[in-house]
Structures are given as structure tokens and as C-alpha cells.
């Protein structure tokens, strides 16, 4: 383990390294809080990637440019007089004290679900009744991540299902209006069948399933599945497409066993 005396030189050497850029080089002199944003949710996805296959020198380099990014947006307040990166620090060291009272005051808190309702507590008071419960989750979150959120904000508050066994009739009542709205407009088809998913997104996270990595999951399994139907196609010399549909079924089966094997 480094000392905290290595990483702060470590900080302190990026720190002097962007200031220099930010001088010298004629990309980074330009860049802007607007430019960097695309970039910056970019780098979250790539750091994502590395996560998911868990690979750590990767995850190691997606981090540093996701540091460099935080450096950065800090780097272009300070040149606007706005804050720097050390107010960034001593903001988020505030934040993480007053949200631990378990651990730097006297609130009881025995269970990550504990610490999580007590989180969500303390949110709602920092807010201080001018915002909306929901107004916390960002407007650009992918669709099924905000759904996800949007349920655990309403649950923290008690607006939830008593008994999680109950939600299957709801996601049975949403597919039997999905079928019924099928033979109406495709616009009802759209409401409902968003209904249908929204249903399914709180049943995973009532069984402590969160429905983005379940999804990412299953989309790396059909990933790997069709590569192999692809992967035999190429090695007889065929496209993928001159393959019967019966002959890909039975391709996908060898390779859901192929898995099965390795596992």
C-alpha cells in the first residue's frame, strides 16, 4: 500500500502536468466545459467495458481518463473563477461525513440497507423542501438505468410494494394490455409496452436484480452465441446469412452446451 504522502505527489504531479497543457498544447487550451461532455460520457462507458470484463489494466487506464476529466471540468472553473479542484475535495469530504452518521455521529445503522435509507433521508434534507423527490435523477440517464432509479427514489420514501410477490400480477396485467394494445395503434403499443418494461425493471430490483447488468448480461451471451453461428459459417465459406434457419437454431444450441461445458 502507497502512503497517502505518494498519492498526493502522484495528484500533485497531474495537476501540474494539466496546467502545463492547458498552456501549451493547442487542443487542450481550446477545450470547454461543452466539448469535454461528450468526451466524458465516453470515457464512463469505456470504464464500464473494463468493469464488465474485468480487466484491471484497463480499468486502470479508464479511470486516469476519467480523472483527467473531473481535473479538468475543475481546471476551467478555476480559470472562471467559479472553484477549483480543491473546493471539489473538501465539498465531496463534507457531503461524505454528513451522510455517514453511523460512523462520525451517533446514528444507529447495522445494514447497507440501513445506510442507504439513511442516504436518501439525508438527500431529501440537503435539498431543503426545493426540490422534488425525483428530481434527482439526471434527465440524460439511459432509460432503463432512470427507471431503476426512479423506483428506488419513490421506494426510499415508502412508495412501494409491501410484498415484492405482488408485483407479478402487475407485470401479468402489463403483458395482457401489451397483447390487447397489438391490435390497436402502434402508438398504445409503445405506452404499453414501455408500461410492460417499467413493470419488469421493478421486479428485478424488488429481488435485488439490477436490470442493466442483467440486460448487458444476456446482450454479451447472444454476442458470443451468434459469433460461433458466424465464427462455422465463415470456416465452411459462407456469409452468416446463407445459413438456413434450422441450421442457426441448431449452431445456437452447441454453443449455449460449448458454455454449459465451461462453466
Request: hydrophobic share 35%; aromatic share 10%; net charge negative.
Amino acid at each position: 500500500m502507497r502512503t497517502y504522502d505518494e498519492k498526493e505527489k502522484a495528484f500533485g504531479k497531474l495537476l501540474e502536468v494539466l496546467d502545463e497543457l492547458r498552456v501549451k498544447c493547442p487542443w487542450d487550451r481550446k477545450q470547454t466545459n461543452q466539448s469535454l461532455r461528450p468526451n466524458s460520457i465516453e470515457e464512463m462507458y469505456e470504464l464500464s467495458d473494463a468493469i464488465e470484463n474485468n480487466d484491471f489494466e484497463d480499468e486502470k487506464k479508464e479511470l486516469g481518463d476519467v480523472l483527467l476529466h473531473v481535473c479538468f471540468y475543475a481546471k476551467i472553473a478555476e480559470e472562471q473563477g467559479q472553484f477549483d479542484i480543491r473546493d471539489v475535495c473538501d465539498a465531496l469530504v463534507k457531503k461524505l461525513i454528513y451522510r455517514h452518521p453511523h460512523i462520525y455521529g451517533n446514528v444507529q445503522a447495522d445494514t447497507p440497507e440501513a445506510v442507504k435509507e439513511n442516504w436518501e433521508k439525508l438527500k431529501e434534507h440537503e435539498k431543503g423542501g426545493n426540490k422534488t423527490v425525483l428530481s434527482g435523477v439526471p434527465k440524460a440517464l439511459p432509460s432503463l438505468i432512470k427507471a431503476f432509479r426512479i423506483q428506488e427514489k419513490a421506494s426510499n420514501v415508502g412508495f412501494d410494494w409491501k410484498d415484492k410477490k405482488d408485483v407479478w400480477d402487475k407485470v401479468k396485467e402489463e403483458i395482457s394490455e401489451y397483447e390487447h394494445a397489438c391490435k390497436e395503434s402502434k402508438e398504445r403499443m409503445e405506452e404499453e409496452f414501455g408500461d410492460l418494461l417499467f413493470s419488469l425493471v421493478n421486479a428485478a430490483r424488488l429481488y435485488g436484480i439490477n436490470p442493466d447488468n442483467a440486460l448487458e448480461r444476456t446482450n454479451r451471451k447472444f454476442i458470443k452465441r451468434f459469433d460461433y453461428i458466424e465464427s462455422y459459417a465463415r470456416k465452411n465459406g459462407h456469409l452468416v446469412s446463407d445459413l438456413s434457419l434450422e441450421e442457426m437454431d441448431a449452431l445456437w444450441e452447441e454453443a449455449k452446451k460449448k458454455e454449459a461445458n465451461e462453466n
